[in-house]
């Protein structure tokens, strides 16, 4: 009774996993590459490791498990439920803060789907600009709130200010209506003086699926409109960059030790009930 309490909590139905799912305890290594940063635990795992995680669980909690393994089925569920944002995006080191976030919980709109049904591909081009816009004015709203009008400024220039040189979108699934979108920005390397542009990696999460529903590159210029050429980041835009770059190498540890943590206790779960040597599947008794 409590099993079934705990899975219709955070709302999923139980269906047969797909094979022996793998224990999931993501092994790390270092890229070699200027940005060198160690990958997250996540990395190696499936898009939908969330829910082959509630999967597993509850494989586990309709075998049969006790008081204190059904505690911690609980604990796994609710962590999953409560930060979900965080393990998956907040792993890769995207900062998911109210202060940080670009878009939290965006409804997506009925009129944005296409003939077929599903979100049109420009619409998620228009979620990532919005969504950098809003990052941009929450660092000088939040961050950096002595040069908030410099910050404002960028995004509507009158003497420099942001160009998108260029965007690249990888889809990774249709989103239909309704749903909610979560919207994430990151630096990909450290800014060093000088620097006259950077790369933004952009996630678009689905809460519906929670996961990517779409994953974008955004390469920008600073430019100056008066001298009509490109110019190096402002002082004020350097600071703010390299603290969020520490920030987002601290977020992308801390959600990986998180996400490997969790992964071993689904596996010890996993290994008190159905996956061991002598298990034997609780089928329940009529008393009467």
């Not at 980041?233 to 998180?258: C, G, Y």
Request: hydrophobic fraction near 35%.
């Amino acid at each position: 009774m409590r099993a079934a309490l705990i899975l219709s909590r955070v709302g999923f139905s139980l269906k047969p996993t797909a094979g022996d799912l793998s224990n999931g305890v993501a092994s790390r290594h270092f890229r070699s590459t200027s940005t060198t940063t160690e990958t997250p635990a996540t990395g190696s795992l499936s898009p939908r490791w969330l829910s082959d995680v509630k999967q597993r669980i509850g494989r586990c909690l309709t075998f049969g498990t006790d008081e204190h393994q059904t505690q911690q089925a609980g604990q796994v569920l609710s962590e999953i439920a409560r930060d979900w944002r965080e393990l998956v995006a907040g792993s890769e080191g995207f900062l998911t803060s109210a202060k940080r976030r670009g878009i939290y919980r965006q409804e997506v709109v009925w009129g944005e789907q296409d003939s077929m049904g599903h979100v049109n591909n420009v619409i998620y081009n228009r979620y990532a600009e919005s969504g950098r816009v809003q990052w941009t004015q929450k660092l000088g709203m939040h961050v950096d709130p002595a040069n908030r009008k410099a910050w404002r400024n960028i995004m509507s220039p009158s003497e420099s200010g942001l160009i998108l040189k260029s965007i690249t979108t990888h889809f990774k699934f249709p989103m239909t209506w309704p749903d909610h979108i979560s919207i994430y920005h990151k630096l990909r390397s450290e800014p060093t003086s000088g620097t006259s542009s950077f790369i933004l990696d952009v996630v678009i999460m689905s809460e519906l699926h929670q996961r990517p529903a779409a994953r974008l590159v955004e390469d920008v210029v600073v430019y100056d409109y008066v001298q009509g050429k490109k110019i190096g980041l402002p002082p004020f835009m350097l600071d703010v960059f390299r603290e969020t770059w520490k920030l987002q190498e601290e977020a992308r540890a801390r959600n990986s030790e998180r996400v490997t943590r969790l992964l071993e206790d689904v596996r010890r779960l996993e290994q008190g009930t159905w996956d061991k040597s002598d298990a034997v599947e609780d089928m329940g008794s009529a008393k009467g």
